[in-house]
């Protein structure tokens, strides 16, 4: 989910707010979320339809609370005597869904724009050579045992059954 997304749910929802503020109907809210969730869903991708069906919900609940915060003109009521306790006052309440409503989408939006960084492995401060290779050393076949010397020997008639007979010695 991109900021994007996220700001274009955040508008459906907007409409929803100021008709629950200006008008203070709960009849008017209700039609306007009504629209607004259908304008929501039928022209945005049917993968964030929830999520701009959840921005309307949210700013229908917030505008009802707003509405049933605000208190009717009634007739002023007599004084309460001061070992009564005071009424608790409901006008925060709305304040607080706003609030609340605005870190959420303050975390959203922290959390779809952070990237994750890649940690790469710290680089050896001396090169690493690369690993001596074993000298195998192969033996020389003896030099009577070559079969181009004992084929040359043979033509001329050189018998090796002796040690140190062979060509070389000038026999």
């Known amino acids: 989910m991109t900021l994007t997304v996220i700001l274009i749910a955040l ?10 503020a200006v008008k203070r109907s709960k009849i008017w809210l209700a039609v306007t979320a ?12 049917p993968a964030y339809a929830a999520v701009d069906l959840l921005a309307v919900a949210v700013a229908f609940f917030v505008g009802i609370s707003y509405i049933n915060s605000q208190k009717a003109v009634v ?3 007599p004084k309460l005597p ?3 306790p005071e009424e608790k006052k409901e006008g925060a309440s709305w304040t607080g869904s706003v609030v609340t409503l605005i870190v959420v989408a303050a975390f959203l939006a922290n959390k779809t724009t952070d990237k994750p960084t890649a940690l790469l492995a710290p680089s050896p401060s001396t090169p690493i050579a690369p690993a001596p ?10 030099a009577d045992t070559h079969p181009q010397i004992k084929s040359r020997s043979a033509s001329r008639g050189i018998a090796h059954t002796k040690p140190g007979n062979s060509d070389l010695t000038g026999v």
């Open 11 to 20: 508008l459906h929802a907007v409409p929803v707010l100021v008709v629950g």
């Open 75 to 77: 007739p002023k009521a």
């Open 34 to 45: 009504m629209i607004a969730g259908v304008i929501g869903v039928v022209t945005g991708s």
């Open 133 to 142: 290779q074993p000298v195998v050393l192969a033996a020389s076949p003896p």
């Open 82 to 84: 001061p070992t009564m």
